[in-house]
């Protein structure tokens, strides 16, 4: 019998990881595992207690998309969070908001949020545990064993997980985004959402969505549903086309929402110009849930609500576009891990930097940079050419680091940041990170380049340079997902001097 603390949640949930082995077994044999994956999904929802059906009661909004997913579905629940019981609202129209997302930065109940707070550590290990124990008992009473063959892939656990979270609590509006693709993903049992939105296509997760952009568009335009509109933003003109075909079929409508001209005299949560992309749509979005929830928002061109104002000055998404300063050193992060979102994460960075006359020394900035399991290569020179171009400077960076995604050097990975998705002797030989080291080196010959093997490793570099250096030094940490979690949970956890 298992302890049954957060700890020993983690513990369990890391069980049902897919390794690499699996996953390039997956990628070898193509797509078509896919198309069970809704089947299967509904009937582990049924094994939990549950019809898909059940949760049309927490009145979902589905997101799917290549970038933005997230920040996106921050806004539309910090809008919405303005419209919970407060002093002054006596009789709100909401009571309790669910935020499902996708991955984590530090802790693994990030993932699933009431009220824009992520679950505490004993509501996850009760209801991590109530899931468990739900699918143990229906195998038991199917006559199957009951190890781990009873319970489904480490996404698919969660997200059944935060549903029955959901529902115990008495959550009554639920962003829910999508994990990769839409069509196929296990998000997708969604029988009856208020409204679905599709951020910004691009090409990512090939090997389960495929090459070309009017293919991922075909899987994101999977959470379409009949009844519920559907929103995006201006897209490729190919995908826009897929997308429209695909609500025709359904049918549904499909409106394409411009950036909204409030937006220009409002200071956003999330720094950075796409992100107004991203709050246009959350502002669509959260108007079609509150006019199917039967609150319509009066319709004005270029004004909104106080408390849409309010929601999107108010969110937070750390990791996304933020700065920390500390004595000698800014940290400039943004989870940028795709081709189109690294060259928004340079573009971001570019317009951070002061701007300095030739009279003076360049300013010491440092690229610390890490990703496992795409093309690393493609995207560290994306990130120099929009660099470049930006900057006018063929230097961008006077020194730049790689390391792997591993925590800390000694006691390795925090176990809500472990993933068996690599390949452990690549991480192991730090063969990704000295081949991003020829890489840059090979664009630009006067970076010195480090290779370090864990994300503490590479910020105790940075800080030594910051240290030995005149003036503050900016550092752009980005790459991935899973490196800007590792180095938020190295800063969060480490003694370190405040500016």
Not at 425 to 435: I, T, Y
């Amino acid at each position: 019998m298992m302890g049954r603390s957060y700890s020993d949640a983690i513990s369990a949930l890391n069980t049902l990881q897919t390794n690499f082995a699996v996953i390039e077994s997956f990628k070898k044999t193509g797509r078509d595992k896919n198309k069970d994956a809704i089947p299967e999904m509904i009937e582990w929802c049924r094994r939990l207690g549950y019809e898909p059906s059940d949760f049309n009661g927490l009145r979902p909004i589905h997101i799917a998309g290549t970038k933005g997913k997230g920040s996106t579905s921050a806004f539309i629940s910090s809008i919405l969070a303005q419209y919970l019981p407060t002093p002054s609202q006596p009789k709100p129209l909401l009571q309790k908001i669910g935020l499902y997302t996708s991955p984590h930065l530090r802790f693994v109940r990030e993932r699933i949020q009431i009220n824009n707070a992520p679950l505490s550590e004993e509501d996850f290990a009760k209801y991590f545990f109530e899931t468990w124990d739900r699918l143990e008992s229906s195998a038991r009473a199917k006559g199957e064993p009951t190890d781990k063959t009873s319970k489904p892939v480490y996404f698919r656990f969660l997200t059944l997980m935060a549903f029955h979270t959901y529902m115990s609590e008495g959550v009554d509006t639920t962003v829910m985004e999508c994990g990769i693709g839409g069509e196929y993903d296990a998000t997708n049992i969604l029988v009856r959402p208020t409204v679905s939105g599709i951020t910004s296509l691009g090409i990512d997760h090939t090997s389960m969505l495929g090459s070309t952009i009017e293919e991922i568009a075909w899987h994101k335009g999977g959470i379409m549903k009949a009844d519920a509109p559907c929103l995006t933003v201006p897209q490729p003109p190919s995908a826009l086309e897929v997308l429209s075909k695909r609500a025709g079929e359904i049918p549904t409508s499909l409106r394409v929402v411009e950036r909204h001209p409030a937006l220009s005299s409002i200071k956003l949560g999330l720094a950075a110009d796409f992100q107004q992309t991203n709050a246009s749509l959350a502002i669509a979005i959260a108007e079609a849930h509150l006019a199917a929830i039967n609150h319509p928002i009066p319709a004005a061109a270029a004004n909104l609500p106080a408390e849409f104002i309010h929601g999107l000055e108010r969110v937070r998404w750390s990791g996304r576009c933020e700065i920390r300063r500390e004595k000698d050193i800014s940290w400039h992060i943004d989870s940028g891990h795709t081709l189109e979102s690294i060259e928004l994460a340079a573009s971001w960075f570019a317009s951070q930097i002061p701007t300095i006359s030739i009279s003076n020394a360049r300013r010491t900035r440092i690229l610390l940079f890490n990703q496992q399991t795409r093309d690393a290569n493609a995207l560290a020179e994306a990130l120099h050419r929009t660099l470049s171009i930006a900057l006018k400077d063929e230097q961008p960076f006077t020194h730049a680091v790689f390391c792997t995604n591993v925590t800390f050097k000694e006691a390795g990975y925090r176990p809500d940041l472990l993933s068996m998705n690599n390949n452990s002797k690549s991480v192991e030989d730090l063969a990704v990170q000295r081949g991003l080291a020829e890489t840059w080196s090979g664009i630009d010959a006067e970076t010195r380049v480090e290779v370090k093997g864990s994300i503490e490793e590479a910020v105790d570099w940075c800080r030594g340079v910051a240290r030995d250096t005149d003036g503050e030094v900016m550092v752009l940490v980005t790459g991935s997902v899973h490196l800007v979690g590792g180095f938020l949970e190295v800063l969060e956890t480490g003694k370190v001097d405040e500016a």
